[in-house]
């Protein structure tokens, strides 16, 4: 089955500066690449997609890579701040969509 | 609704009680999604459904854990005899389709504590 590898676990920035979260994934069916924020005792958030067909997404401080040779996406979130601080989730679906393989995620601080 | 619901929000139990956990996904979708939150913040997924027919069910411990999504009700999950290992929080996530559109959205979560 697919297995989905976060790196780092925990992650602190100082205000301002950027974030970069790694995943890899093992099964190249997979297509389909979420991000979820959950913050403590909520729900968790999408925030950022990617499908394989594109390399990169933007959406304002928020960007998704992928590299489908090397099985690997990073979410990077640039000019922090403290609302940032949360746990981020990467996940990797396949064709069929039966589930979400999710990473076991990072937990950032955002220093002010 | 707009949003996945799930009910109870908290659930305590003695070890051995039963727990039944509710779900209603967004109105529209056809997928459900049930998955076990533990301490260490991994997502372990339970089962799946399109519908009311199970969809994936992998995840699951069969010999405690039971699910349905019957027609006009809300999705269950139910634990027979509850262990302390169940302790955690479940969340259920519906989409509107399977594979790479299928944006899994999240309710809020039941937090299960056997004691």
């Known amino acids: 089955g697919e297995n989905v590898e976060q790196h780092p676990s925990t992650l602190s920035v100082q205000e301002g500066d950027s974030a970069v979260i790694k995943c890899t994934y093992s099964d190249s069916a997979s297509n389909y690449f979420p991000w979820y924020k959950q913050e403590l005792g909520k729900r968790p958030q999408l925030i950022i997609d990617?499908?394989?067909?594109?390399g990169e997404k933007k959406d304002q401080r928020i960007a998704v890579t992928l590299n489908k040779t090397a099985k690997h996406f990073s979410l990077h979130i640039t000019e922090t701040q403290p609302e940032d601080s949360a746990v981020y989730f990467c996940?990797?679906?396949?064709?069929?969509?039966?589930?979400?393989?999710f990473g076991t995620g990072t937990s950032l601080t955002v220093i002010p | 609704g707009e949003e996945v619901a799930q009910t109870p929000k908290h659930l305590v139990r003695g070890e051995g009680q039963k727990a039944k956990l509710y779900c209603a996904p967004i109105k529209g979708h056809s997928y459900v999604f049930w998955y076990q939150q533990v301490l260490k913040n991994e997502f372990k997924f339970l089962i799946s459904f399109q519908n009311e027919n199970v969809f994936d069910e992998t995840g699951m411990p069969k010999e405690r854990f039971s699910a349905k999504c019957l027609p006009n009700s809300p999705c269950s999950l139910e634990i027979q005899a509850t262990k302390l290992e169940d302790s955690a929080v479940y969340f259920c996530a519906s989409s509107q389709s399977s594979g790479v559109r299928g944006t899994q959205y999240f309710g809020p979560g039941t937090r299960l504590l056997v004691l």
């Open positions: 996940a990797a679906s396949r064709p069929t969509g039966n589930q979400f393989y």
């Open positions: 990617i499908r394989s067909n594109v």
